[in-house]
């Protein structure tokens, strides 16, 4: 069962819209690397929690996706989805970071090189900021597929969802000690997507769906805390309540609303697919453009910030319609060669040690 939900693939393109609105018209101003003041709307820092209702989606998403997969052919499936975007966007914010001087030569290469590998994302940073979500995700992939090798059962998947929740209280609780553990303070957000998915089949207690709740909560609280305290902005706690809430109950409330439709079906998907690449490819190549354009028409900020904005979405629904099917497909073919050489020369050495 690996048919695609549509109000799931919206939400993914609304929350890859939310990061990018965060950027251009709050982040990017607030924090010094846009030469232009930040949007007076009072919501835009809560924005930040898109990222978080994104790894709560991941957390049932890419269990939905293992559904009926061998581990190698989950691998594959994943490389496939991560590398295509990765290598088109990293390349060309490489070229638009060679354009504008604004990172040593060096560091930049390391850091594309990273990106369009993929796998050191896990310990390495990519080449747009936006990049770093990607460490966690490839860490939630890693143990899924750890886990589908040993056989996918609903119990070790709570059993995972239940140690990712441990996990996170204790970085909440001991935030020095938990710095550089596992999955940081995400933890509970894909383990709150493991429930959903799980609770089809397979009991979960009440209490164990409160105490993910809380943590969850409490994760999109620090977020928002270190956030502001980075970027030197008072923290609301009321409007931090709330948007933490929201968070966590956006995906159940998409979740239940499937359109019927065929033509909404079809935006859906369409918008669904291009939400990885609007991603990934938004923010760093996005400072650029708009520092660039700023040096043209100064006195046009907020129109430059919507051409921009507009401009990312427009490339990544052709890319991801036109452009990145077909290199998902070399990927794939890639991806499964080397398993069947793998597997060749893993019975090589087995005949050999007889």
């Known amino acids: 069962m690996r048919e695609r939900l549509p109000s799931i ?4 393109f609304i929350l890859a819209l939310l990061v990018v609105i965060y950027h251009y018209f709050y982040f990017g101003a607030a924090s010094g690397v846009l030469s232009i003041e930040p949007i007076g709307v009072s919501v835009l820092p809560y924005f930040v929690l898109a990222v978080d209702t994104f790894f709560i989606v991941s957390g049932f998403v890419i269990l939905f996706s293992a559904e009926k997969r061998s581990c190698s052919a989950f691998v594959v499936s994943r490389f496939a989805r991560l590398g295509p975007a990765l290598l088109v966007c990293s390349t060309i914010t490489l070229c638009a970071i060679t354009f504008s001087g604004s990172f040593a030569k ?14 050191p994302l896990t310990f390495a940073n990519g080449l747009d900021r936006s990049l770093w979500s990607l460490r966690y995700e490839i860490i939630f992939y890693a143990i899924v597929a750890g886990v589908v090798w040993r056989g996918l059962t609903y119990k070790r998947i709570a059993l995972v969802a239940y140690f990712l929740i441990a996990l996170n209280a204790v970085y909440i609780v001991r935030w020095s000690i938990a710095d550089r553990m596992l999955m940081q303070n995400f933890g509970s957000l894909f383990a709150l997507g493991i429930f959903l998915y799980v609770h089809r089949n397979y009991r979960i207690p009440l209490v164990a769906w409160i ?3 809380l943590v969850a909560f409490m994760t999109c609280v620090v977020e928002v805390s270190r956030v502001a305290g980075l970027l030197h902005q008072p923290m609301q706690w009321t409007g931090t309540a709330i948007a933490s809430v929201v ?10 609303m499937q359109p019927k439709s065929e033509i909404l079906i079809r935006l859906c998907a369409l918008a669904g697919r291009a939400s990885y690449p609007l991603y990934v490819l938004h923010q760093t190549a996005g400072y650029v453009v708009i520092t660039w354009l700023l040096t043209i028409f100064p ?15 427009g490339f990544a629904t052709l890319f991801s319609s036109l452009i990145e099917p077909q290199i998902a497909s070399v990927y794939r073919m890639a991806g499964f060669y080397l398993e069947d ?3 060749y020369w893993r019975g090589n050495r087995c005949a050999q040690n007889r």
């Not at 693939?9 to 993914?12: D, Q």
């Not at 968070?247 to 239940?256: E, K, N, V």
């Open 106 to 119: 060096g560091t930049t290469f390391i850091r594309w090189l990273a990106s369009i590998t993929v796998l």
């Open 9 to 12: 693939e919206l939400l993914r």
């Open 299 to 313: 006195a046009h900020a907020l129109a430059i910030q919507i051409v921009t904005l507009l401009g990312m979405i």
């Open 341 to 343: 050489l793998f597997g």
């Open 211 to 213: 105490i993910c709740a």
């Open 247 to 256: 968070t966590i109950g956006a995906f159940p409330a998409f979740l239940l």
